[in-house]
């Protein structure tokens, strides 16, 4: 049915209840994120004190999370009934959806200066550095750190350099990333104020975020479906404390993928209307490459060679000025830290965790090196597994996408909470129970921050995150799960 003819039924009275206490919750949300400040000294003291810190903000979270559980109920409940209203009703709940979702993270912007995670250091390094016109792949912090002010690129370069994790590593981050970073750092003067520079590019990505909220509430009309579905992610509390709060750069990528699948949802075969939407996201996160793959999944030989031969061109357009120079020097530090970060990085990760636990108690004999690589190509080994299994029962590229985000998370031995904002963005389309608990759940691990001298994640803190995923897993596999229609044939209806 054409968009122009969709009728939308308004909330009623416990809808519109549940909806206002999502949004009260999510103010509440922004406070404690505002009020929150986590300390990097290694003790056991500053530990404690980041502990005493987070609960206020894990407290605040949970009582979001279920205000949005709320709603999704409540919408499942209206979606029974007539439905009544019209174009103007659901043009004025996305505005509602979209002024919320900015005004509370226009209160963290201004109220908070990120604490959670140090990534944040490394975008406006790379920034700054290539607004300054030099290739970000050719320098590492390390370089910079004690430089004299008179060879300064930017003001408080060495000072930045010197706050990041890792500074004697080349940055990791891909072509479309660095292309944006250093977009936003043309837009600061080398001699402004070093301290706005973070809030510039918190402030970038939430515009970003926006336009993938916006393009969301799209998806939503064509599919004939309520605006305020976008509220799981428009209103989520890991949205806001990732990308408003910490500065994730994931944001550039999520309005691709949205606008990947959207665009491809009428005619797949099309490739030139959706591909390149799908290679640029690919060159911020190359886990998004199989979307392609799920849209293509019913379509001849022909519509795959074609989507290669365009995702090639966009890819090397986008990526080859900026690798394929100084003697192909970008490429090979950038393969020295993905290699390294392959290799060694591990957290929260709850199918590695406990496999690398069995393989040292069986091979006590070994190194840890060959241990975690056993352990990290177990891993590889299952999602790859589970990869094909999902494709090949996927009923739509927007629910096969969604579940082999899911795979990943749960089989990568590094599992960070805005990993699953990929997945997130894609709930109101998918309703996923296993992403929607792991939307509770994952930001648990960041318990870690209370064991600064070692690095650890209590046992049953991975226990109490991950058995409640697993387990709605096991009811949206299930006989019974919800929306058995396909988004992507009634968007293109």
Known sequence: MPAASQRSRPPDLPTGVSLAAAAVALVAVSMAVNALSIGRETTAAAGAANLQGLWPLWIASGVSWLALTAVWWRLRVDAT????????????????????????????????????????????????TGAAGVNPYLVTPESRVGVADDDMRWRGEATRAARMNNPEMHTIYLPVSQWVFGAIGKT?????????????????????????????LLALTRAGRSPWWATLYAWHPLALIEIAGSGHQDAIGLPLLVAGLLLASAKPERCRRWVWAIAAAALIKPFVVPAAAFVLRRSPPAAWGRALVIGIVVTGALGAPLLLSAGGAPVENLRATSERFALKWAHFGSVYEPLLTAIEWRTPAWGNDPQEQLARGICLLAFLIAGIIIWIRSRDAWRGMSALLLAMILLSPTAHPWYLLWALILLPMTRSRAVWVASLTLPWGYVVLADPVDWTVPAGVMVAAYVPIYAALLLDVGPGRPGRGDPSRTIAA
């Open 81 to 128: 009934r007539p439905a009544r209203g019209g174009v103007s009703g659901r043009m004025r709940a996305a505005l509602v959806v979209l002024a919320v979702a900015g005004g509370v993270r226009g209160m963290v912007l201004v109220g908070h200066e990120t604490s959670l995670s140090d990534d944040i250091h490394r975008f406006v390094f790379d920034g700054r």
């Open 188 to 216: 600061l003067s080398p001699a402004g104020d070093p301290a706005r520079a973070e809030r510039r590019f918190r402030l970038a990505f939430v515009l970003f975020e926006m336009i993938g909220i916006g393009l969301v």
